[in-house]
């Protein structure tokens, strides 16, 4: 019996997920789907910032100083230039925000 039962178990513990990826779920409303995809939205941003994050913040407070975002530059001055642009309240680092928005995630 034993055998029977707990691949039934772990099957209706993956069905959500199944239901998710075929998009067989009920239906949903607009709005619903709206945020959900704002939450995708921000989720696809977050993650993007994290990659560059994990890339540059070599001392992991979670924003790039000028000399993280230029290290690995291959022209650091024109890289010390872009930074000044996207360093848009002048704090000498790149924000999260900052970031999404070099990316052209944010506006
Ligand atoms: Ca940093
Ligand atoms: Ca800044």
Same mark, same amino acid.
């Given at each position: 019996m034993k055998r029977l039962i707990i691949p039934i178990v772990a099957l209706s513990l993956l069905q959500p997920v199944f239901a998710k990826s075929t998009g067989k779920t009920p239906v949903k409303s607009k709005q619903q789907l709206e945020m959900e995809a704002k939450r995708a939205e921000r989720e696809k941003v977050r993650k993007a910032v994290d990659a560059v994050l994990k890339a540059?913040?070599?001392?992991?407070?979670g924003s790039l100083s000028k000399d993280e975002y230029i *290290?690995?530059? *291959?022209d650091p001055v024109a890289a010390g230039k872009k930074f000044d642009q996207l360093d848009m309240n002048h704090d000498r680092h790149l924000s999260r925000d900052e970031i999404a928005i070099s990316l052209g995630l944010k506006k």
């Open positions: 540059k913040d070599t001392n992991h407070d *290290a690995g530059e *291959a």
